[in-house]
């Protein structure tokens, strides 16, 4: 049975910085496409970074960019996101998600229906 644990979410001040984390069990991380997403209510899930099983490349939406940044350890078979420069509008839930199909990491980040797994959501709160 797969599953996805996502932990790091809070309360942050404007400028503060958050790592999330995403613990897989049941697959091994190594196989997988990986992304984050984010959803405010009303919204659809937006992918903000993303690993790809094709090239292993890393991409990141634009709104990201330069301030956040999608990792892996292989060995504790997790991944993480780390926030830095938050800003108010970075308030969202933020899910992890992952494919064991072969996905390119720029597609993953516009089609969440992509995904196999998803994490439960962690909730960040950046103030001003």
């Known amino acids: 049975d797969v599953q996805l644990q996502a932990s790091g979410g809070g309360l942050v001040q404007a400028g503060g910085s958050l790592r999330l984390s995403c613990a897989a069990s049941g697959v091994s991380i190594d196989s997988l496409a990986v992304a984050w997403f984010r959803q405010v209510p009303g919204m659809l899930r937006d992918g903000i970074a993303s690993?790809?099983?094709?090239?292993?490349?890393?991409y990141y939406d634009d709104s990201v960019k330069g301030r956040f940044t999608l990792s892996i350890d292989n060995a504790k078979n997790t991944i993480y996101l780390q926030m830095n420069s938050l800003k108010p509008e970075d308030t969202a839930v933020y899910y992890c998600?992952?494919?064991?199909?072969?996905?390119?990491?720029?597609?993953?980040?516009?089609?969440?229906?992509?995904?196999?797994?998803w994490g439960q959501g962690t909730q960040v709160t950046v103030s001003s």
């Open positions: 690993i790809s099983n094709t090239d292993g490349n890393t």
């Open positions: 998600a992952a494919t064991a199909a072969q996905t390119s990491g720029v597609m993953f980040l516009v089609r969440p229906s992509y995904a196999d797994y």
